[in-house]
């Protein structure tokens, strides 16, 4: 392996808007990001889903019914 090719690997901390910090490896000796696991609504149980014009009751109703059909026989 060739010297001086290949960036400085560290131990960054992560700094998140929130408040929350955490330790990584990275090539950036400073990370702050917007949104991590203790405050992305996915991992707090918190997330929304966005219902435009009523679409999702729409495809339940549509693959709910079809649930109850036989599928067709494969030869």
Do not use: W
Request: hydrophobic fraction near 25%.
């Amino acid at each position: 392996m060739k010297a001086n090719l290949h960036p400085m690997y560290h131990k960054v901390m992560v700094q998140c808007a929130c408040g929350n910090h955490f330790e990584t490896r990275s090539t950036n000796p400073n990370l702050h990001v917007e949104i991590c696991s203790k405050c992305h609504p996915y991992y707090t149980g918190k997330q929304r889903l966005l219902d435009t014009q009523g679409r999702v009751d729409r495809f339940r109703k549509k693959y709910s019914a079809e649930k109850g059909k036989a599928e067709p026989n494969q030869a």
